[in-house]
């Protein structure tokens, strides 16, 4: 019984690291502003390097816990998890913009402290200099996404646009909003579905229809597999019960009078001949008997042929009276005849 809740506490909690990290998997990184002159302003009025991220899924996720960094040093397979955090900046908790929802954006300030707001972190991100942004999961171990800034002019952004990236001037950089086609840039299919579907409306409606199609196929294969194997089941079973006896006994025969044969041919090879037609006449034996078993089979119907024998003729049957007139015979006694009288 202790086996058993610790392996379903496991699955459990395996489940779970698989959930939260599949989440952790749809933030990302979407617009980052090195050299803030005259952009965003902070709770204290200040101006500084921004990063902001996406929650590209249509559930809410929880960031607090995540980490930012601009040292390629943590690219090191062989550092451990916690000199690796050493050189990141911990995403803290406390304020309720980092539970995103669907859809939604978070700016989160560099180059300052915590002190100055939840929303602060003291990532390092150069304002003359291309640079190196990283979102690693709550482990310090997992990288979710990364992007090589390039050197950036004042207030202008470097956005993600469908797969790509673009520099953004000044007029154009969104920050807390959605990064939008200007004017001059194609927009993307997937843009053009996140404007049309703001709410995901329309993505839940597709995927619910393709679980559901999927169901369907599922059981509409698995009620003619089981179809199929009844079916054989039953052949099966007639086959068992029922078997056809004729052929049963035509097997039975014939391996009999093969075996029969095959001895009486290896008796013939070992004696070089000798007595050839006492082996043929037993063949022939052999193969009247299985005629006889197999083939002789009567249908039990006697048949009667109908012929006139005479029997029952009337002028043979009479003997004593026949007509005067007719020629008698004169070995025949006379019949004495009465006077007529007159």
Not at 289 to 315: A, F, M, N, P, R
Request: proline share 4%.
């Amino acid at each position: 019984m202790n086996n058993l809740k610790l392996l379903l506490s496991a699955m459990l909690l395996t489940a779970s690291q698989m959930v939260f990290g599949q989440g952790a998997k749809n933030i990302v990184i979407s617009e980052v502003l090195t050299n803030n002159a005259n952009s965003v302003v902070d709770e204290f009025g200040q101006r500084e390097a921004w990063i902001e991220l996406e929650n590209t899924s249509y559930t809410t996720y929880n960031v607090r816990g995540m980490f930012l960094t601009t040292n390629r040093q943590v690219l090191d397979e062989r550092m451990s998890a916690p000199d690796r955090i050493k050189l990141m900046s911990i995403i803290p908790s406390g304020d309720e913009r980092t539970n995103m929802g669907a859809r939604q954006h978070l700016v989160l300030f560099g180059n300052s402290s915590p002190a100055q707001g939840k929303l602060h972190l003291q990532v390092q991100i150069p304002d003359s200099a291309a640079v190196w942004v990283a979102l690693y999961n709550g482990n310090g171990v997992e990288l979710i996404d990364s992007v090589s800034v390039p050197i950036l002019g004042a207030d202008c952004s470097y956005a993600r646009m469908g797969k790509g990236w673009v520099v953004r001037n000044p007029q154009q950089v969104t920050p807390g909003i959605e990064n939008t086609a200007s004017e001059g840039q194609q927009q993307t299919g997937v843009d053009k579905f996140k404007e049309q579907d703001p709410h995901g409306f329309a993505m839940a409606i597709m995927a619910m229809g393709i679980v559901f199609l999927c169901l369907a196929l599922l059981w509409l294969f698995f009620t003619i597999f089981g179809m199929v194997m009844r079916h054989m089941d039953t052949a099966k079973k007639v086959a068992n019960t029922q078997p056809i006896k004729p052929i049963t006994k035509t097997v039975e025969v014939t391996k009999e009078l093969a075996h029969k044969t095959g001895n009486v041919l290896q008796e013939g090879l070992d004696l070089k001949g000798v007595d050839m037609e006492v082996y043929m006449a037993v063949i022939g034996l052999a193969l009247r008997q299985y005629e006889d078993d197999v083939h002789d089979v009567e249908s039990g119907v006697i048949t009667i042929k109908s012929k006139d024998t005479g029997w029952d003729d009337e002028y043979s049957q009479m003997t004593h009276w026949h007509d005067p007139f007719l020629p008698s015979d004169h070995n025949a006694p006379s019949i004495p005849t009465t006077p007529e009288l007159h």
